[in-house]
């Protein structure tokens, strides 16, 4: 290269294409072999990441060499979170089109934080937003914003609740959320300035879902003690055993004590997009805010969360500040992200949820969603039949719970064998589940979410399941009869 021109940083045409094809390819090779690759990586390579440490580049590199060292050494040493048989955790998945979209979006590189620097690309992100709150049955007063992930538009959502029932005065402000809630409730209720003294965990019935007796009574214990109750937050699919609390009794109850609802349906939300299912999610329109994450339960890739807000003035009074320097604001029908959320430049979100559900449709989306909770009913009804397996109740949507019961073992014993019974089915390579601690006793999760789970691999499930079940029942049983022995 000629030294004068080091500061030249654009490409040719032709090298581009050839970059293009040489990272395609390499994508296609990686998403076509998914289902063959270990559903878990080594990721014990704590020291392999310290030896990786390096000081800056003082001069380029080859694509081709760091392609290989990403696709050949590093992405596999992870959990393969876009495999088929990945039911671990909240599966995403990723769909293709959504890459395709970044692409376009990153290389296009047009500023979409305000309405006027792109307002045909805006509107793109508006239809989306749109197109949520017709799913989710909200009405046409509410605003939108996309987000990181659930995670921020819960954060936004508290500021919200915040801005309209305390003011300026947060410190008597009290929340609530169930004892099954999502932590991320916890960190965003303090980014918003709410305390962790400040969020009551309510109580669950048998089935996980908040007594809402039991928030009545702390509501009304916390304004005896001159406390300002401002917000309730409701799951609509819970991340340990996939509950839905009782949405439109908390809606009725919140109407009542004139606090913000918000429902946390980071998991479940999009399973409202399937109207033969809406009656699981009764009372999930009712909600002043509603978190969903495409990346979740639309299947897109990591990194899109979405919040709705009812009431879009509520949204706009926490976010909208003009500035002389920016163009002024769009009128009140066309959408302003700048003024609906923190960030002001920001990648271009809408575009990889806009291109997905235009190439898919609607139908196909939805199709994929019912399915998935149809596995996840089956795969529920067939361990539960196993001996030895207790689910913990058949899925509301597409999670459920189960442990293994070991006859006059304790409950710490059958955690132990929980844990052992999760770890030799993920190192039978082809299915990875999780588990959590919940009702006092540690339970394994299916969670069926990815796009790319079918029903080979519930089969696969239920074969492992059953297999080292019946190899853990066995040796239990000789391990008891050994004890009895040596006893
Ligand atoms: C995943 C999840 C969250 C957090 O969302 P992120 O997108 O990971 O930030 C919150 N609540 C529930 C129920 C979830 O499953």
Partial sequence: MDPRDLANLEYTPAEMAAMGRAALDRVVAHVASLSDQPICGDVEVDDLC???????????????????????????????????????????????????????????????????????LVQLEANVLAW????????????????????????????????????????????????????CVFKAARLAGIMPD???????????????????????????????????????????????DPLDELADLAARESVWFHVDGAYGAFFHACPELRPI??????????????????????????????????????????ASYLPRPASEDLYDPARHGPDLSRGFPGL????????????RLRAAIAEKRQLAV???????????????APPALSLFAFHLRLPGASVADESTATRTLIDRVRARGRVMITGCETGGRFVARVCVLSFRTRQAQVDTLVDHVTQETAAILGEAGRGGRTAGVAG
């Fill in 281 to 322: 999610l009764c009372g999930l329109p009712r909600a002043d805010s509603l978190a969903l994450d495409p990346h979740k339960g639309l299947f897109l890739p990591y990194g899109t969360g979405a919040l709705l807000v009812r009431d879009g003035a509520a949204l706009r009074a926490v976010h909208a500040i003009d």
């Fill in 198 to 244: 400040r969020v009551r965990r309510i109580p669950v019935d048998a089935g996980f879902r908040m007594r809402v007796d039991t928030l009545q009574q702390a509501i009304a214990r916390d304004r005896a003690a001159g406390l300002r109750p401002f917000l309730v937050v409701g799951s609509a699919g819970t991340i340990n055993t996939g509950a839905v």
């Fill in 50 to 120: 310290r030896a990786m440490r390096e000081p800056p580049p003082e001069a380029g590199e080859d694509l081709e060499a760091l392609l290989d060292r990403l696709y050949q050494e590093w992405i596999p040493r992870s959990f393969t979170t876009s495999a088929p048989g990945y039911m671990a955790y909240i599966p995403g998945g990723g769909l293709f089109p959504a890459g395709l979209a970044d692409l376009i979006a990153d290389t296009s590189n047009r500023f979409t934080g305000i309405w006027r620097a792109a307002p045909a």
């Fill in 352 to 363: 990889r949820v806009w291109l997905c559900v235009k190439l898919f449709g609607a139908a």
């Fill in 132 to 183: 949520f709150r017709t799913w989710m049955q909200f009405p046409d007063t509410t605003a939108g914003l996309l987000t990181a992930g659930g995670s921020m538009a819960t954060f936004n959502a508290i500021l919200c609740a915040r801005e309209r029932h305390l003011g300026a005065d947060l410190r008597d402000g009290t929340a609530y959320v169930s004892s099954e809630v999502h932590h």
């Fill in 378 to 392: 089956d795969a529920a009804r067939r361990l539960g039949a196993l001996p030895g397996i207790r689910v913990l």
